[in-house]
């Protein structure tokens, strides 16, 4: 498990640089700068835990059953907060209205907190 753990944290973290450049440089000149703002957000989210995965596969603090739960919490919060963020903010550049995802990125949000949540009481339960 720390092993795939460890995968999904690199390749989350590089596709975090790939969108950041991306938005950096290929989306400034057709997004206004809140969908800018916006999609920064997604990206930062996205790197912030690709961080906290990668921390997650090399710690030994944790059973295996409750790093199997926070790291799908991650993955799948990720998925949708960062993901929703994306097309939304890039709506305007498609013929797809994305809109619809408006009320699913808290849904995400509440995914990633969870794993944070999971990751705080598993430590708190331990002794010493």
């Known amino acids: 498990m720390n092993r795939k753990i460890i995968l999904f944290a690199i390749a989350l973290g590089v596709m975090a640089i790939v969108f950041g450049a991306f938005g950096a440089h290929a989306l400034k000149a057709l997004l206004n700068e809140n969908q800018l703002i916006s999609?920064?957000?997604?990206?930062?989210?996205?790197?912030?835990?690709?961080?906290?995965?990668?921390?997650?596969g090399t710690t030994t603090s944790l059973a295996e059953k409750s790093k199997k739960m926070i790291f799908y919490l991650v993955l799948t919060g990720v998925?949708?907060?960062?993901?929703?963020?994306y097309l939304l903010a890039t709506?305007?550049?498609?013929?797809?209205?994305?809109?619809?995802?408006?009320?699913?990125?808290?849904?995400?949000?509440?995914?990633?907190?969870?794993?944070?949540?999971?990751?705080?009481?598993?430590?708190?339960?331990?002794?010493?």
């Open 91 to 128: 709506n305007d550049l498609t013929s797809i209205d994305f809109r619809f995802l408006g009320p699913v990125t808290p849904v995400g949000g509440l995914l990633l907190i969870g794993a944070w949540a999971t990751l705080f009481l598993n430590i708190l339960k331990q002794k010493g």
């Open 39 to 56: 999609f920064e957000t997604g990206v930062r989210y996205q790197m912030y835990h690709a961080l906290f995965l990668l921390f997650l």
């Open 79 to 85: 998925l949708i907060f960062s993901g929703s963020i």
